[in-house]
């Protein structure tokens, strides 16, 4: 109840407050977000989920994805849809593909094969080289509701090689 009421009075001061408040807002997300990410590279999970939740409230795309995945592998499914699904619409590709393997798996949803693979078409779109590896696996075996296709598995398979290659050049 308390916790309700104090996220609407902070809506209520931003709204008042105009754009220069939602900036600030934005800001400190990205700077949760930052935090939260070393303190997964650190190897505190503990630490990072209270900062991850933060910046994924804040909006922040790349903190709701991380979140999911946490949540996910804490087998909190149905949080990790949701926090995945933010993200996913937003269209972070780490969100696509975390809710596109929710859909695959039927974790926290309905199993939905066709779905998960139009979510995970849009997170290969958007950069995600593990979701053009899963769809041509996919092509190939006759997964994710599709007969095998070669010709749609040797497309995504170098797309997949593809964004490796990019992936690479930038590090």
Known sequence: MLRRWVSGVVLSCMLVAGP???DAWADDAAESYERG???YNRGDLVGALPLFREAAAGGSAEAQAWLGYLLDFAEDDAEAVRWYRASAEQGNAEG???LADMYAKGEGVEQDLAEARSLYEKAADAGQGRAARVLAAAYENGGLDVEPDAGQAAYW???AKELSAGRNQQE
Do not use: E, I, K, Y
């Open 20 to 22: 220069g408040a939602r």
């Open 37 to 39: 990410l070393a303190a």
């Open 96 to 98: 696509l593909v975390g």
């Open 157 to 159: 398979a170098a797309r």
